[in-house]
């Protein structure tokens, strides 16, 4: 078979991935299990759909040397497209549960047992790993040590350090990272934009490829992002009753996964306007990234010491692993923002 053409992937970034997946492709030689893991919105969920389209597709199955794969167009690429492939088979957690339950697993499984309908190949694929309960976790080891004929399990977790260790052990790990700016600002070039647009999107999604596709798609989406980071450099200088009524507001009758979700893009925020307090306070050629509110973040700079916003950093990464942890998002909330 001709070597397959990646770059047709559209992937911005993660070159070593996509090459490490090419070579596996074109040698017809995988691991049982591989675990993608890394932050939201670096493009995991994307990698793995086109190694899944491919590795389903009768082009790429029968061996065919004069087509592109995936071709999108044989049976199994159009079932696939249809969320409907007879050998693909995705778990994902549920909407307002907190974990996967052994149940969803254990019928996941029972499924994965039955014979590959269409292709040669059976994908179990799971999405937010680090949300399998410590019982479906177990259950699911037998899976990956005892795969049944041609399966190939792929996990996708944000949190790698939520997963057992035995878990992450059996699989092949590839870690995603975050993608330069400038990769990012080439892909965008290629885009019908405004340079400024251009180059809020590359700087706005530090390095997070997924959130560059979704303010590309949705520039109304990058605007109401900017207002947010501004709400909170403004709430910074108010007083802190001010500051605990606006959380109060924003979390007011909020379910735990939405508490959980708004606490994250607080804190996310929060990184953001300290990182670059604390890279006007270097003198780092890099203090341009949140342009929108520099006059105020300079004024604020200059009124705060180094060593209080490395603190308030620290602060934000702890309290971002506790959240995960099922503690309150509303009170590490006010409690960062009573920290200010």
């Not at 697993?105 to 994908?123: A, C, E, G, M, P």
């Not at 049944?148 to 996990?155: D, H």
């Not at 290629?190 to 390095?207: Q, Y």
Request: hydrophobic residues 40%; contains cysteine.
């Amino acid at each position: 078979m001709k070597e397959i053409d990646t770059n047709k992937w559209g992937i911005i970034g993660h070159d070593n991935i996509i090459s490490y997946l090419r070579v596996s492709l074109e040698s017809h030689k995988f691991a049982h299990a591989y675990l993608m893991a890394g932050p939201a919105h670096l493009g995991k969920k994307t990698v793995s759909g086109k190694f899944v389209q491919t590795l389903l597709c009768e082009k790429y199955i029968e061996d065919i040397s004069d087509d592109l794969v995936p071709c999108g167009a044989c049976q199994s690429c159009k079932h696939l497209n249809k969320g409907m492939h007879p050998d693909y088979y995705r778990l994902e957690l549920q909407e307002d549960k907190k974990n996967i339950s052994i149940e969803q697993v254990r019928d996941w499984q029972r499924q994965l047992q039955h014979k590959s309908f269409l292709t040669k190949y059976k994908i179990g694929l799971i999405v937010g790993a680090e949300h399998l309960s410590i019982e479906a976790a177990n259950a699911l080891l037998k899976t990956i040590e005892e795969p049944v004929g041609n399966t190939i399990i792929i996990l996708i977790t944000d949190d790698i350090n939520l997963l057992l260790p035995t878990i992450v052990s059996r699989s092949q790990v590839l870690k995603f990272s975050l993608v330069s700016d400038e990769t990012i600002y080439d892909y965008l070039q290629m885009r019908d934009l405004e340079h400024k647009s251009i180059r809020d999107i590359a700087k706005l999604s530090f390095g997070l490829p997924g959130r560059a596709i979704e303010y590309l798609n949705n520039i109304k989406l990058l605007e109401e992002n900017k207002a947010e980071v501004k709400e909170i450099v403004d709430l910074m200088s108010k007083p802190a009753h001010d500051r605990l009524a606006y959380l109060q507001k924003i979390f007011q009758k909020q379910d735990f996964i939405n508490s959980q979700r708004i606490a994250d893009d607080i804190m996310n925020n929060f990184l953001l306007i300290t990182r670059e307090l604390l890279l006007h306070k270097e003198n780092s050629d890099n203090w341009y990234r949140l342009g929108f509110v520099e006059e105020e973040l300079k004024t604020m700079a200059n009124n705060i010491d180094k060593d209080q916003i490395i603190s308030m950093i620290d602060k934000v990464y702890t309290w971002k692993d506790k959240v995960k942890q099922n503690a309150s998002p509303l009170l590490f909330t006010e409690d960062l923002f009573l920290s200010i």
